[in-house]
């Protein structure tokens, strides 16, 4: 069965120090995984997903299957940057529904000035 | 485009009432899913609808929970005879078609349960 583990529940970091957010899982066969983000009284939006590779506010993942990882970085962070970090990924049977992700519990950043 | 919106923002309601949670899904969006987010969790799936269909309410609670999208209006998250372990942020999410993933779903601000 598919599960995200997020294994910190809060991380602090002073502004310019480098963030990495971790993210374990658990799928059978090649998952697509995303990271959600929530600002402070803001709603639940989508921060990045693997299959773009992209970097979204400086952050980047990389899908590590060898360690079933896919950690969420910023060689920088800044106060902005404040915020819940959820990861999630789709169920593992295409035959369920697509919107249907398994989250993990979350990470709360905090970036002190 | 205002987006998902959910109301109220914040309920209360003493064990044995009802709950009613609304959701409007985004403009041109006509698949809503609900999920729950119990305290210390993760998001986790309830509900998925579309317009006067539950398509996958796997993730429901057997009793006191039922969900609706009415052809007019918006989408309906009830919970009956609430109990304390109902005290959740409940979210709302809606996609333009139910062949989209997690990178189309948005997400409403939710609305936080607290059953006294």
């Known amino acids: 069965a598919q599960r995200v583990t997020q294994p910190e529940k809060l991380l602090s970091v002073f502004k310019g120090a480098p963030v990495e957010l971790k993210c374990n899982y658990s799928y059978s066969g090649s998952p697509e995984l995303f990271w959600y983000v929530q600002y402070s009284r803001q709603r639940l939006q989508l921060l990045l997903r693997?299959?773009s590779r992209e970097s979204i506010k400086g952050f980047t993942a990389d899908l590590n299957k060898g360690e079933t990882s896919f950690h969420l970085k910023k060689p920088f962070a800044q106060e902005e940057d404040s915020a819940m970090y959820y990861c999630a990924l789709p169920p593992a049977d295409r035959g369920s529904t697509l919107g249907r992700l398994y989250f993990g519990r979350g990470t709360q950043l905090t970036v002190w000035p | 485009n205002a987006g998902v919106m959910q109301n109220p923002r914040h309920l209360v309601r003493r064990r044995g009432q009802e709950a009613r949670l609304r959701c409007s899904p985004m403009k041109g969006h006509s698949h809503v899913y609900w999920y729950r987010q119990l305290p210390e969790e993760g998001l986790k799936f309830m509900v998925y609808l579309q317009k006067e269909n539950i398509i996958d309410e796997s993730g429901m609670p057997k009793e006191r929970f039922s969900a609706e999208f009415p052809k007019e209006g918006p989408s309906i998250l009830r919970i009956q005879q609430v109990v304390r372990g109902d005290s959740a942020a409940y979210f709302c999410a809606s996609s333009p078609q139910g062949t989209a993933g997690g990178e189309k779903l948005f997400f409403g601000s939710g609305t936080q349960l607290s059953v006294l």
């Open positions: 693997h299959i």
